[in-house]
């Protein structure tokens, strides 16, 4: 045995330079990550699905998208108006990334607006709420010339709703309901 190395010297011969270098990616890996900053969430395009809308093109959802918020409020946070994938919907916009909340303009008649159908009103706007899946619920603004469809996350409590609101309202004419017959 005389020019072997004991077991644990030897352990620790070959086992302290791998320690080492492992050290040394983990700490390259964090102040690489801490020298360039990630892109923010907010500046990647959102994919939004088209969907039947026949008046997305009309001059008044070309308005509406256009005094929209860049931010809009959601309990204590704000969400930042995020850009669409392209091809993006005419008539659509969208903000956030955790909690996203999507408007789409120029839908037609929801079937579910009926004479009975509960509407809410937000500042000068009557909207229908038509619930969806996963904890999400779509409002539809049903007294403007076009149909507007806001979806969001039922946790995103009133402060989108309000301030799209004010906007159609300062944005839109209102217009007699349109009940099915």
């Known amino acids: 045995m ?21 050290a040394a990616v983990v700490l390259a890996l964090v102040v690489d990550d801490r020298a360039v900053p990630a892109a923010p969430e907010a500046s990647v395009p959102l994919a939004v699905p088209r969907v039947p809308a026949p008046a997305a093109g009309s001059p008044e959802c070309a308005a509406l998208v256009a005094a929209l918020p860049d931010r809009l409020p959601s309990g204590a946070t704000q969400l930042d108006r995020r850009p669409l994938a392209t091809p993006a919907p005419e008539g659509a916009a969208a903000w956030g990334i955790e909690q996203t909340v999507v408007l789409r303009c120029g839908l037609g008649r929801p079937v579910e607006l009926t004479r009975t159908a509960a509407l809410l009103e937000i500042n000068q706007v009557r909207w229908l709420r038509l619930r969806g899946f996963d904890a999400t619920s779509t409002w539809v603004a049903v007294d403007r010339p076009v149909y507007i469809a806001l979806t969001l996350s039922d946790d995103s409590g009133t402060g989108p709703l309000q301030d799209i609101s004010a906007t159609i309202s300062a944005t839109l004419s209102a217009q007699p309901v349109q009940p099915a017959g």
Not at 9 to 20: E, M, N, S
């Open 2 to 22: 005389t020019g072997q190395l004991p077991r644990p010297l030897l352990a620790v011969v070959i086992g302290l330079p791998l320690l080492l270098a492992a």
